[in-house]
């Protein structure tokens, strides 16, 4: 049967002029960098399908025997992946293990319903079942790992994880097309850019696709009177308060940004200015997109507009989101 795919193209107006606007990075939240020193029983959730880990560490320092004890239970023995509580990716003939610097990373610091797996193993062990799978089921890889990636992709501390050095390499480890597993959602990056949208994303038909409101800032300041710039702040902080309860929102729905695909930005010119802040948007979007703690870009469009229902407002926000 043929899979029809719905592609969202994102609007690159801005792409070039502001591309260093990622340079804001930061931590926000509380579903922030996965933790090494989770145990097991904690970070696998019990209705998944969970390989008898044990709580020792692993002696083999054999890739294969630690994929067949480790890994084969969720990705099954062939490495052809399994759909049961979850979805678990194929990792037979997947061009993401092109580079070891991604399955390294994942291995070590989890993602999503994959465990952070780095406190069981030591260097040489994430090693050698990095080279057993670029190497085995179905791939025919270089081995391109090395015991320095292993630890450098070792957070030493949560802090230090979101510091950019422990971020996935950009060329090495993002592959231009990386695949969201559970719904198959598959998100195109930018060619050649690291402006935090992606260029197009694909959405499987069979997908649930959640379409919020749009949604505008939160009062930032009760005392400061209605009209006055301080109630609402400027654009960098609506754009920060609107997305915070876009998350919020997206959270009762068992949702999170992650989640987002596809975002139009509804942006008013701040009093006494031309045109709408768009570097100040770009500073309150940055700080919830594009962050080691929540990596995931979506489409997204600006538009400059007259006017919002409130003229406080300088922000409107509406996101598409899939349900993984
Ligand atoms: C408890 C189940 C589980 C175990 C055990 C597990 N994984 Fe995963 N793995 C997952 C899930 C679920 C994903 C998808 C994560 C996501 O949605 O981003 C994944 C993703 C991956 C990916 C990325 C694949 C892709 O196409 O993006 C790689 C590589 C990977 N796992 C390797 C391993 C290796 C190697 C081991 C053993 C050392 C292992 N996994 C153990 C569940 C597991």
Redesign the pocket.
Same mark, same amino acid.
């Given at each position: 049967m043929r899979k029809q795919t719905r592609v969202f193209a994102a609007a690159l107006l801005f792409a070039g002029s502001i591309a260093n606007a990622q340079s804001s990075n930061e931590i926000v939240g509380d579903d922030a960098a996965p933790n090494v020193d989770t145990p097991m029983e904690e970070a696998?959730a019990p209705d998944?399908h969970?390989?008898d880990f044990g709580k020792a560490g692993y002696s083999a320092t054999d890739g294969k025997a630690?994929?067949e004890s480790?890994?084969a239970?969720?990705?099954m023995p062939d490495g052809k992946g399994a759909i049961g509580a979850?979805e %678990? *990716?194929s990792?037979a003939g997947?061009d993401?293990?092109l580079s070891a610097a %991604? *399955?390294i990373y994942?291995?070590i610091n989890g993602?999503?319903?994959?465990?952070s797996?780095g406190h069981l193993l030591d260097d040489e062990q994430i090693l050698a079942?990095t080279d057993y799978?670029q190497t085995n089921l179905d791939n025919d890889y270089e081995t391109d790992g090395t015991l320095e990636l292993v630890a450098d992709s070792r957070p030493e501390t949560e802090e230090e994880m979101a510091t950019e050095e422990h971020a996935i390499p950009q060329e090495s480890a993002e592959p231009s097309a990386k695949?969201?597993?559970?719904a198959n959602v598959v998100r195109h990056g930018l060619p050649n850019s690291d402006f935090p949208i992606l260029q197009a994303v694909e959405v499987p038909a069979d997908a649930t696709l959640v379409y919020l409101s749009g949604t505008v800032p939160q009062v930032l300041d009760d005392s400061a009177s209605e009209g006055a710039p301080e109630r609402f702040g400027d654009t960098a902080a609506q754009t920060d308060s609107t997305l915070t309860s876009i998350r919020s929102k997206l959270e009762a729905l068992e949702l999170g940004m992650g989640d987002v695909i596809k975002m139009q930005v509804y942006l008013v010119a701040p009093d006494g200015q031309d045109s709408m802040d768009f570097s100040g948007f770009m500073e309150g979007y940055t700080k919830h997109f594009g962050t080691d703690a929540q990596p995931e870009l979506p489409t997204r469009s600006v538009f400059e507009v007259a006017g919002l229902a409130n003229p406080d407002w300088l922000v409107e926000i509406e996101v598409v989101a899939v349900r993984p």
């Open positions: 696998i998944r969970v390989p630690l994929y480790l890994c239970g969720c990705h979850g %678990y *990716p990792l997947n993401l293990l %991604y *399955p994942l291995i993602q999503a319903a994959m465990p797996l079942v799978i695949r969201d597993t559970v």
